[in-house]
């Protein structure tokens, strides 16, 4: 057995909207069955969903308050007042900064921008930035990506006479800030069709209707920021990142071009990960690590050599963020496993002094997928007395919600259930921890701590062809909410098994189901090349690809999980390296059985008495959800037929069979043998066998062995007398068969023995332990 390292969730899927879906729009049936398991299951919705394009855009006019904006925005231009654009240092922020600037200087507007330092200043517009754009003559604030929480700050905009409009598209709190405006598809009230917009999602909303025209020169930053922020790539969110990815690909900005160029980008079929993976971590770079102004200057230059030099700055700092992240999380991976046992924590709040705050949302991020535990990170600076952290989550703890609960606690934060930010007291920490996890307590149960693997289908090998991975491709741009589809096989056979890469810690598969045979790649798999047989059967969770090398192009599955449902049977006999096998299966899993005290001698295992077995000691075994490793050969079938009825079936058993004498291939002396030697012993009456024993088994071609078994044999049916190694026939012995000497039939049980364990198949071996099993459950039952 082989356990999953994540819990298998298979969506379910209505065959018949299905079938109805492949019908109407001529698509496959497995690229059906996928829009039906992500809900898509409509001939109408499939349709928007694959073919809608940027014509399908809503009216932004839909959203509440845009026409209050438009109209004080259109008023600001046309009166020559300045315009300052309020943003945030994310890629999010950068992104929707820039669609700002692009669109206000498209209308001629007096504007400038202004984001905050994240280590100076904080999250979201601040009172000293107001006062600051105040003294500088702006009239009309514009916040882009940020505000719905700025309810002081809205309060502090009005006493100074600035007109305040937020666009955002973030969790609005409970009391919305008294602005000129608010333009957010999320707060109460607003009819917008479309929720899941990113903040510069809703820029983009803002920007065509202050143009009169969805601003498509707009969509390449628009995707970025889209896609970053890692907001559901459904609905507009699917079109914004779909005809931006389109738009990025061709792009005429020169920062967006010289991005791509440093990032290895140039030249590459764009996609989502891309963006996700490579573009979006070095934008946020710069905000992590210090302002993000370089950022958004690189988005709107017009100018190639800036351009250059910008992108260059980015992708070093980009470098030096990595860094530090590296080491942040392994010191708040020490902190959590020497302060925070997990059996006791269901949610990890660590902090630390002098953390860097710009990165600490990665290293939450990165214990999550370690710990997969709810997760805050916490910067603390103790000269202002405040912790600033950053919240991730797992499936079934809402983090904003609950973080909801202790407001009284948080003057700041805002969110959403997967991520939020936050600052508080130092002092509050371990409240806010204790809270949490009475929380967790109460809503996660101990299976919600281990981590969930969505498949949407399941598939057999012959449904796997070049042409079925590419029309699944027509679901991309895929993200939060349209991940990349994941498939399971179930019950495959292994045709080909071996460990790759320069460390041997990928791992290469063939699966077969004896007529299909498709290739598989685990990367960081290759340990567990030792965890499975080629005699097992095994499913595998993962995503299609396809490979192409030297002009041949192939499917192939890259796994993610894997497990074997059955109990696996590892055979070690004869292998060279078999005692540092045994050493290295986990020990908290191994239980040795050992039927001779010298064995523990050979493999070294003096020391591990304490969880070695030797069946003739009577010890108690427990089997079950172990490793079982038989180290030698039991003295007699008795011996190992008690033991596996009185224990469960193991997880995994592994055979060694060491022993130092091969009585199978030892002579068996016949009957004839036997025959002969008697006659030549009643001939002579005595024979000194210490003395003359070799030489008779030299003349006879027998071993020397054979001559002492036959002795031992005689004796104990009572034919001779042995004194001082000498034989002496004894006169009218007893006629008595072989069987009736101990020495013979415990002879002929080795050989047996070693036949069925020691020298038979692999197969004819694992089918013998399966009825001894297969005997055991029937008992059971």
Same mark, same amino acid.
């Given at each position: 057995m082989l356990k999953a390292k994540t819990r298998w969730n298979v969506l379910p899927v209505d065959e018949e909207k299905a079938a109805t879906i492949a019908s109407s729009l001529k698509l496959p049936e497995l690229l059906a069955k996928l829009l039906v398991s992500r809900g898509i299951d409509t001939p109408e919705d499939a349709e928007h969903f694959l073919f809608d394009g940027s014509d399908h855009l809503y009216d932004p006019f839909l959203m509440d308050g845009m026409d209050v904006t438009v109209k004080r925005i259109h008023k600001a231009i046309s009166d020559k007042e300045k315009i300052l654009v309020f943003g945030d240092y994310d890629a999010d922020g950068v992104s929707s900064t820039s669609v700002m600037v692009f669109t206000l200087k498209e209308l001629q507007a007096d504007f400038d921008y202004y984001i905050p330092n994240r280590f100076t200043e904080g999250y979201g517009?601040?009172?000293?930035?107001?006062?600051?754009?105040?003294?500088?003559?702006?009239?009309?604030?514009?916040?882009?990506?940020?505000?719905?929480?700025?309810?002081?700050?809205?309060?502090?905009?009005?006493?100074?006479?600035?007109?305040?409009?937020?666009?955002?598209?973030?969790?609005?709190?409970?009391?919305?800030?008294?602005?000129?405006?608010?333009?957010?598809?999320?707060?109460?009230?607003?009819?917008?069709?479309?929720?899941?917009?990113?903040?510069?999602?809703?820029?983009?909303?803002?920007?065509? #209707? !202050? $143009?009169?025209? /969805?601003? @498509?020169?707009?969509? +390449?930053?628009? %995707?970025?920021?889209?896609?970053?922020?890692?907001? =559901?790539?459904?609905?507009?969110?699917?079109?914004?990142?779909?005809?931006?990815?389109?738009?990025?690909?061709?792009?005429?900005?020169?920062?967006?071009? #010289? !991005? $791509?160029?440093? /990032?290895? @980008?140039?030249?590459? +079929?764009?996609? %989502?990960?891309?963006?996700?993976?490579?573009?979006? =971590?070095?934008?946020?770079?710069?905000?992590?690590?210090?302002?993000?102004?370089?950022?958004?200057?690189?988005?709107?230059?017009?100018?190639?050599?800036? #351009?250059? $030099?910008?992108?260059?700055?980015?992708?070093?700092?980009?470098?030096?963020?990595?860094?530090?992240?590296?080491?942040?999380?392994?010191?708040?991976?020490?902190?959590?496993?020497?302060?925070?046992?997990?059996?006791?924590?269901?949610?990890?709040?660590?902090?630390?002094?002098?953390?860097?705050?710009?990165?600490?949302?990665?290293?939450?991020?990165?214990?999550?997928?370690?710990?997969?535990r709810p997760t805050i990170v916490l910067s603390i600076d103790q000269e202002k007395g405040v912790a600033k952290g950053s919240a991730r989550s797992i499936e079934g703890f809402d983090m904003f919600e609950n973080l909801s609960t202790c407001r009284d606690i948080l003057p700041h934060f805002g969110g959403h259930p997967m991520a939020a930010g936050m600052t508080l007291a130092i002092d509050d920490v371990d409240e806010l921890r204790e809270r949490l996890n009475r929380l967790a307590f109460e809503k996660l149960a101990e299976e919600d701590l281990k981590p969930i693997t969505q498949v949407d289908i399941e598939c057999r090998l012959e449904d796997i062809t070049i042409e079925t991975i590419e029309q699944m491709n027509k679901l991309a741009p895929f993200g939060v909410s349209n991940p990349v589809p994941r498939v399971l096989l179930k019950d495959m056979q292994i045709r080909e098994m071996k460990k790759i890469g320069s460390q041997s810690n990928h791992l290469k598969l063939q699966f077969t189901d004896g007529q299909a045979v498709l290739d598989t790649i685990g990367f960081q798999k290759g340990d567990l090349m030792d965890e499975m047989t080629y005699h097992s059967t095994v499913s595998a969770v993962g995503e299609l690809s396809i490979n192409e090398w030297n002009g041949y192009r192939k499917p192939q599955l890259m796994i993610h999980d894997m497990a074997v449902n059955e109990w696996q049977l590892f055979d070690f006999r004869g292998i060279r390296d078999v005692k540092k096998r045994i050493h290295d299966i986990p020990e908290e899993k191994a239980v040795y059985i050992a039927f001779r005290e010298e064995s523990l001698e050979w493999f070294g295992l003096h020391e591990w008495k304490g969880r070695v077995i030797m069946p003739q000691s009577n010890k108690e075994a427990a089997f079950e959800g172990k490793y079982v490793i038989f180290l030698d050969v039991p003295n007699t079938k008795e011996e190992l037929d008690c033991l596996l009825e009185n224990t469960a079936v193991p997880e995994r058993t592994y055979v060694v069979f060491h022993q130092d004498n091969d009585h199978f291939f030892s002579t068996i002396p016949s009957r004839d043998h036997f025959s002969w030697y008697y006659k030549f012993l009643y001939k002579r009456k005595t024979f000194n066998l210490q003395k003359n024993g070799n030489e008779l088994a030299r003349l006879k071609g027998w071993s020397a062995e054979t001559i002492q078994f036959m002795s031992r044999v005689f004796f104990e049916l009572e034919f001779v007398t042995i004194k001082d190694g000498v034989i002496y026939l004894n006169d009218h012995p007893k006629k008595k068969d072989l069987q009736e000497s101990n020495a013979y039939r415990r002879k002929l049980e080795q050989v047996e023995i070693e036949n069925e364990l020691v020298y038979s198949s692999y197969n004819d071996l694992k089918n013998w332990f399966k009825n001894k099993h297969a005997c055991k459950m029937k008992q059971e039952v």
């Amino acid at each position: 057995m082989l356990k999953a390292k994540t819990r298998w969730n298979v969506l379910p899927v209505d065959e018949e909207k299905a079938a109805t879906i492949a019908s109407s729009l001529k698509l496959p049936e497995l690229l059906a069955k996928l829009l039906v398991s992500r809900g898509i299951d409509t001939p109408e919705d499939a349709e928007h969903f694959l073919f809608d394009g940027s014509d399908h855009l809503y009216d932004p006019f839909l959203m509440d308050g845009m026409d209050v904006t438009v109209k004080r925005i259109h008023k600001a231009i046309s009166d020559k007042e300045k315009i300052l654009v309020f943003g945030d240092y994310d890629a999010d922020g950068v992104s929707s900064t820039s669609v700002m600037v692009f669109t206000l200087k498209e209308l001629q507007a007096d504007f400038d921008y202004y984001i905050p330092n994240r280590f100076t200043e904080g999250y979201g517009p601040n009172e000293n930035a107001l006062r600051w754009a105040k003294e500088e003559g702006f009239q009309l604030i514009i916040t882009v990506d940020t505000g719905i929480s700025a309810v002081h700050e809205a309060q502090v905009a009005k006493e100074l006479g600035l007109d305040f409009i937020v666009t955002d598209h973030h969790e609005p709190p409970p009391v919305l800030p008294d602005a000129y405006s608010i333009i957010n598809p999320k707060k109460p009230g607003c009819p917008y069709p479309f929720k899941g917009l990113a903040g510069v999602g809703v820029a983009f909303k803002v920007s065509h #209707a !202050l $143009l009169g025209r /969805a601003p @498509l020169q707009l969509l +390449d930053i628009a %995707a970025i920021g889209t896609i970053a922020d890692l907001v =559901p790539l459904i609905g507009e969110n699917r079109i914004l990142a779909r005809e931006g990815i389109k738009a990025l690909k061709q792009t005429d900005k020169p920062g967006l071009k #010289a !991005l $791509l160029k440093v /990032a290895d @980008l140039h030249d590459k +079929d764009l996609n %989502a990960e891309h963006i996700g993976f490579a573009i979006g =971590p070095r934008v946020n770079a710069a905000g992590r690590l210090d302002s993000a102004i370089p950022a958004v200057e690189l988005f709107t230059t017009d100018d190639h050599e800036e #351009a250059k $030099l910008l992108a260059e700055e980015i992708d070093q700092m980009n470098k030096s963020r990595q860094t530090i992240v590296n080491e942040m999380t392994k010191e708040a991976i020490d902190v959590v496993e020497s302060n925070f046992p997990l059996e006791e924590n269901r949610v990890l709040v660590v902090a630390k002094e002098d953390w860097n705050p710009g990165v600490i949302g990665i290293v939450a991020s990165r214990l999550v997928e370690k710990f997969y535990r709810p997760t805050i990170v916490l910067s603390i600076d103790q000269e202002k007395g405040v912790a600033k952290g950053s919240a991730r989550s797992i499936e079934g703890f809402d983090m904003f919600e609950n973080l909801s609960t202790c407001r009284d606690i948080l003057p700041h934060f805002g969110g959403h259930p997967m991520a939020a930010g936050m600052t508080l007291a130092i002092d509050d920490v371990d409240e806010l921890r204790e809270r949490l996890n009475r929380l967790a307590f109460e809503k996660l149960a101990e299976e919600d701590l281990k981590p969930i693997t969505q498949v949407d289908i399941e598939c057999r090998l012959e449904d796997i062809t070049i042409e079925t991975i590419e029309q699944m491709n027509k679901l991309a741009p895929f993200g939060v909410s349209n991940p990349v589809p994941r498939v399971l096989l179930k019950d495959m056979q292994i045709r080909e098994m071996k460990k790759i890469g320069s460390q041997s810690n990928h791992l290469k598969l063939q699966f077969t189901d004896g007529q299909a045979v498709l290739d598989t790649i685990g990367f960081q798999k290759g340990d567990l090349m030792d965890e499975m047989t080629y005699h097992s059967t095994v499913s595998a969770v993962g995503e299609l690809s396809i490979n192409e090398w030297n002009g041949y192009r192939k499917p192939q599955l890259m796994i993610h999980d894997m497990a074997v449902n059955e109990w696996q049977l590892f055979d070690f006999r004869g292998i060279r390296d078999v005692k540092k096998r045994i050493h290295d299966i986990p020990e908290e899993k191994a239980v040795y059985i050992a039927f001779r005290e010298e064995s523990l001698e050979w493999f070294g295992l003096h020391e591990w008495k304490g969880r070695v077995i030797m069946p003739q000691s009577n010890k108690e075994a427990a089997f079950e959800g172990k490793y079982v490793i038989f180290l030698d050969v039991p003295n007699t079938k008795e011996e190992l037929d008690c033991l596996l009825e009185n224990t469960a079936v193991p997880e995994r058993t592994y055979v060694v069979f060491h022993q130092d004498n091969d009585h199978f291939f030892s002579t068996i002396p016949s009957r004839d043998h036997f025959s002969w030697y008697y006659k030549f012993l009643y001939k002579r009456k005595t024979f000194n066998l210490q003395k003359n024993g070799n030489e008779l088994a030299r003349l006879k071609g027998w071993s020397a062995e054979t001559i002492q078994f036959m002795s031992r044999v005689f004796f104990e049916l009572e034919f001779v007398t042995i004194k001082d190694g000498v034989i002496y026939l004894n006169d009218h012995p007893k006629k008595k068969d072989l069987q009736e000497s101990n020495a013979y039939r415990r002879k002929l049980e080795q050989v047996e023995i070693e036949n069925e364990l020691v020298y038979s198949s692999y197969n004819d071996l694992k089918n013998w332990f399966k009825n001894k099993h297969a005997c055991k459950m029937k008992q059971e039952v």
